[in-house]
């Protein structure tokens, strides 16, 4: 048993302490990057087919990584060997589907239903795949701080008044989203139960590669059978922005936030990305940040910090 009033109590407190604001910091950072994602999806809908654009992404993202990936993954090989089964699962849900469900949605809902969809449902789904798979404990303060973020995105989806939700309706692209959303949060559950032997940018270089073969046939249909790819200037750096800051950076971010943090803690922090991509829809596309906007964020960062406040993890 720890003696409290021990050196060594006191470096274990601050070394959790650390590792608390590490992986808050991080999960921040990976979703000021990653709230541009539902503006883009809403963006590029007339220039490039949807599946066209989650494979450029990830193949960008999988050649940037590479020259940094590739001496781990040849040392690392047989765990990798070992765990393709997990390694595959992984791809699927956190790289090939979620992101590619997030473009189709694009093409026939707004970016908005997109940040309020994806931003509610996911911490939820992650939190219960955690505590049934991961056995994580969802204490009172982490249940209390999940309902503030919903209550903000709710708020913000009512436009302030709860009537209004009456009227709110579901189409094709929010079912999508919703799609995303799920395998998302099944992703962030996987996370948690990475191999040790693997390293967190060979992890990623095998995600994104792997991900990337398992679009290809796709690709290759859209190809045939849509309308052919615009290419500009403007498209090109799209693509490098997803590539590079909402695939490597993010993920890589995500990734360690999730280790130090927990797969259901980590996963409200989603909820920011309807607060940035509000603040960037503003800034880019002139859009108005009214009362409602201040009220939704005010909650949702009420909530994140109830959710990570010290001894949230306990029942």
Not at 6 to 20: K, V, W
Request: proline share 3%; glycine share 8%.
């Amino acid at each position: 048993m720890t003696n409290l009033s021990s050196p060594l109590f006191f470096i274990m407190a601050l070394s959790s302490r650390r590792n608390t604001y590490t992986g808050i910091g991080l999960a921040l950072l990976a979703v000021i990057i990653w709230s541009g994602n539902f503006i883009v999806a809403r963006g590029v809908i007339k220039q490039i087919p949807p599946v066209s654009l989650a494979f450029y992404r990830w193949l960008v993202a999988s050649l940037f990584i590479m020259p940094f990936a590739i001496r781990p993954f040849k040392s690392e090989w047989p765990v990798v060997k070992k765990s393709w089964r997990y390694l595959f699962w992984v791809s699927l849900t956190g790289i090939a589907l979620f992101n590619t469900f997030v473009y189709i949605g694009g093409h026939y809902t707004t970016a908005i239903n997109m940040a309020l969809i994806g931003t509610t449902s996911s911490p939820i789904i992650a939190i219960i795949l955690a505590r049934i798979f991961l056995k994580e404990k969802i204490g009172w303060l982490k249940m209390a701080g999940l309902v503030l973020c919903i209550s903000g995105v709710i708020f913000l989806l009512s436009k302030g008044h709860l009537q209004n939700l009456v009227s709110f309706r579901f189409t094709a692209g929010d079912g999508w989203i919703l799609l995303a959303a799920f395998f998302f949060a099944v992703y962030n559950t996987l996370v948690r139960k990475k191999p040790t032997g693997i390293s967190p940018i060979n992890y990623l270089f095998i995600a994104f590669s792997f991900g990337t073969l398992l679009l290809f046939p796709f690709y290759v249909w859209e190809v045939f059978y849509t309308a052919p790819v615009q290419w500009d200037i403007n498209l090109l750096l799209i693509i490098l922005y997803l590539g590079l800051g909402a695939s490597v950076v993010c993920y890589l971010c995500w990734n360690i936030a999730i280790s130090k943090l927990g797969s259901g803690r980590t996963a409200i922090f989603g909820n920011l990305i309807l607060v940035f991509s509000s603040i960037e829809a503003t800034l880019i596309l002139k859009e108005q940040f009214t009362n409602v906007h201040m009220i939704s964020m005010l909650s949702i960062f009420a909530g994140i910090v109830t959710a990570n406040w010290q001894g949230a993890g306990k029942s």
